[in-house]
Nanobody, 126 residues
């Protein structure tokens, strides 16, 4: 089992920034990639960004490229999501995810994710 604990959500004005963190514990060796999905009210959960522990390869959704940056601290088993130039349409519950590299970074399929965090709410006001 892998446990994921998120932090860092909140309320911010459009154009502002937030940083999310996700700390992993347990059998982390079984999940070579981590990332974030988000779900807005009435919408499906969608892929945002992912990173591979080995090599630090990243994948971004087109909607966040150039604004969001994912990074990792392998010593702490923690990934970070720096979100800049936030827009009202970024408002959602953000879920940390851990799983296989292909699932997260290629298929970007939320139904194939092994482990989820509880989610943290990000609200961007206009």
């Amino acid at each position: 089992q892998v446990q994921l604990v998120e932090s860092g959500g909140g309320l911010v004005q459009a154009g502002g920034s937030l940083r999310l963190s996700c700390a992993a514990s347990g059998r982390t060796f079984s999940t070579p990639a981590m990332g974030w999905f988000r779900q807005a009210p009435g919408k499906e959960r969608e892929f945002v960004v992912a990173i591979a522990w080995l090599g630090g390869i990243t994948a971004y959704a087109d909607s966040v490229k150039g604004r969001f940056t994912i990074s990792r601290d392998s010593a702490k088993n923690t990934v970070y999501l720096q979100m800049n130039s936030l827009k009202p349409e970024d408002t959602a519950v953000y879920y940390c995810a851990a799983g296989q590299t292909a699932t997260l970074m290629v298929r970007r399929d939320y139904s194939g994710i092994n482990y989820w965090g509880e989610g943290t709410l990000v609200t961007v006001s206009s």
